[in-house]
């Protein structure tokens, strides 16, 4: 990728090329592309092992790539980490607190690194640690624990924040609550890159969310486009192990069991299509499950491309969610993704 | 809220930062119990119990006379090989030291919040114990008010730098054992709490030669008035470079 001078300063905060990382004979990261915009947040979605870690800790100037370059704010993590660090927030997975510290004293220290940082006293009351202040690190819940690790990665006013799982562990109601401060930094045009499993909070929370497995990027663009494929399928839920050739005849188009008890109907929706299939279950005592047509869910397109869950039924002559990895709606060029082993070649 | 997107400027502010970091690394040496005991009990006690109690063979001198320079040592010893090992290398297992190396606080900073936290702990340390010593036991010293503060200074640089190197490269329950077993065989050799004279003559030869030794002889001749020990100043520096060059090689940040 070239950047002309005239379009330095619409630079993405986050260029990753080329990106490829192995521990040992271990491939963590297979030459991953991805470009992050100013004030994007991007969830990197992806089974345990996928390398999102990898990934965001070459971001972070943790792990010298094998190959490829990573820039943030234009910046090398590595060479360049005095004039970034002070620019950049981050969550590590482990707290990364002293056990015997306390929150308050920890802001405190952590807000004296920054130039011009947070008030400590208002950030803790913001994340909801007002009570706790004075409770040793190792006492805090786990909920408290995450919300101090992210207070710590506000506090110098970062352009840049990169978590990692950050509500790994956390109760529903932690998980919405930490959800809504990110939803700020959005609002405030930080640039967030969050990593994580969940993918209800990869749709709540992301611009664009990119799949990676296997150190691949397997597909990229915002929630909407991923979950809207370009085929027309309909899907539904039933008690499990219905005869799908049977229904198949009956409705005039395959039928493939997913998941047991999850079948997928690839044809377009239209109201002949539900009738036959609303018939053949009656006629078959039936019960429906969900009927959805159209938007897939996001979970559908992950188990979809990644092999963590792969299909219960076999027989159909392609796999059931297979799309074509969704276009970024920015720049369509940086979101297709390649597959080719670790060359050293480098842009940007 | 607090966003940073438009302060373009960002100057790290390197002193308060070091100063910060060296205040919560020395409230941490302190407010650790099992640390307490180790840089505070065990010198204080030796002096104190063996002063009194004069079992010890302590050569021709008083016993304070011998002893003073030998808890100082000790001191010196169980500040940073023990306590600084210790929680060096906690801090290396919970992820502390990875998550500094991702704010504005460089390396060096965090090593010197470290060295100012140490040489805190310390001057309170030999204030108690050359104060005791001198209130309590009427410890009255020929010489050394040069000697002694840069003695124990070498030392501390010594010690820390071993201490690190433990605590960067062991893992933590490791640098637990091996820390505190160091410290024991050291205080055990090196004719610090005792004479040399009574341990059998090859084991003198190596506590001498070994840094908790040395820091006792120098800080002994100069309290004694007798100068500087050249030989032993070189011992003590000897083990604190050899210490400090493989620090700065196996040193790990990372759990």
């Not at chain 1, 910046?75 to 927030?89: C, E, I, K, Q, T």
């Not at chain 1, 006293?121 to 004075?134: C, P």
């Not at chain 1, 497995?213 to 486009?225: F, Q």
């Not at chain 2, 040395?214 to 083990?239: D, F, I």
Request: aromatic share 4%; with cysteine; net charge negative.
């Amino acid at each position: 990728m070239t950047i002309s001078p005239a379009t330095a300063f619409e630079r993405p905060a986050i260029e990753v090329v080329g990106l490829a990382k192995r521990y040992g004979g271990t491939v963590a990261v297979d030459g991953l592309d991805l470009a992050v915009h100013r004030g994007e947040t991007l969830a990197l979605l992806g089974p345990n092992g996928a390398g999102k870690t990898t990934t965001v800790e070459c971001c972070e100037g943790y792990r010298i790539p094998d190959a490829g370059t990573v820039r943030v704010l234009g910046l090398d993590p590595r060479r360049d980490a005095a004039a970034l660090r002070p620019r950049v927030g981050l969550m590590l997975q482990e707290g990364g607190v002293y056990p015997v510290a306390r929150p308050a004293e920890v802001v405190q220290l952590f807000a004296s690194f920054y130039a011009d940082p947070l008030d400590p006293d208002a950030l803790l009351e913001r994340v909801g640690l007002d009570d706790a202040r004075r409770t040793r690190f190792r006492d805090l819940s786990g909920g408290q624990k995450q919300r101090l690790s992210l207070a710590l990665a506000l506090v110098g006013r970062p352009e840049v924040v990169f978590l990692d799982e950050p509500t790994a562990g956390l109760d529903p109601a932690a998980r919405h609550r930490t959800w809504e401060h990110l939803r700020e930094l959005r609002t405030d045009g930080v640039t967030v890159v969050l990593t994580t499993h969940l993918l209800d909070e990869a749709e709540e929370l992301a611009d664009r969310v990119a799949i990676i497995d296997h150190g691949r990027l397997i597909a990229l663009g915002t929630p909407d486009e991923l979950t809207h494929g370009d085929r027309d399928e309909l899907t539904f839920t039933a008690r499990p192990g219905l005869d799908t050739a049977d229904l198949g005849r009956a409705v005039d188009v395959e039928v493939i069991e997913m998941r047991a008890g999850r079948y997928v109907v690839h044809a377009p929706n239209d109201p002949g299509l539900v009738a036959r299939l609303a018939t053949w279950l009656e006629r078959h005592d039936v019960r429906l499950g969900e009927l959805q047509a159209g938007k897939r869910s996001l979970e559908q397109v992950f188990l979809g491309l990644t092999d963590e869950d792969p299909p219960a039924d076999a027989q159909g002559p392609r796999p059931p969610a297979q799309v074509p990895p969704a276009r970024s709606a920015g720049s369509p060029s940086d979101a297709s993704p390649r597959q080719r082993s670790d060359s050293p070649e480098v842009g940007a | 809220m607090t966003a940073g997107v438009d302060h373009p400027a960002r100057t790290t502010p390197y002193a308060r930062a070091v100063f910060a970091q060296a205040r919560m690394e020395a409230r941490l040496l302190v407010r650790s119990a099992e640390s307490l005991v180790v840089t505070l009990g065990i010198p204080l006690g030796v002096l104190v119990f063996f002063s009194s109690v004069d079992v010890l063979p302590t050569g021709e001198q008083r016993p304070v006379d011998f002893l003073v320079p030998g808890v100082l040592a000790i001191s010196v010893a169980a500040t940073g090989l023990v306590a600084v090992a210790i929680q060096t290398a906690f801090e290396r297992k919970y992820g502390v030291l990875k998550r500094l190396g991702g704010t504005p606080l460089p390396r060096w900073g965090f090593l010197a919040a470290k060295g100012l936290a140490v040489a805190a702990i310390l001057t309170v340390q030999s204030a108690l114990i050359v104060g005791i010593a001198a209130l309590v036991l009427d410890w009255r010293p020929a010489g050394g008010a040069l000697v002694l503060p840069l003695g124990v200074g070498l030392g501390a640089v010594t010690f820390t730098a071993i201490g690190l190197l433990l605590a960067g490269s062991l893992r933590a329950e490791g640098t637990l054992a091996v820390s505190n077993a160091l410290f024991l065989v050291l205080l055990l050799v090196s004719g610090v709490a005792f004479d040399a004279g009574a341990l059998p003559p090859a084991v003198a030869v190596v506590g001498q030669a070994l840094p908790v030794g040395a820091l006792g002889e120098v800080l002994r001749v100069g309290a004694s008035g007798q100068g500087v020990a050249l030989a032993a100043v070189g011992v003590l520096a000897g083990w604190g470079l050899v210490a400090i060059a493989i620090a700065a090689r196996t040193f790990r940040w990372e759990p």
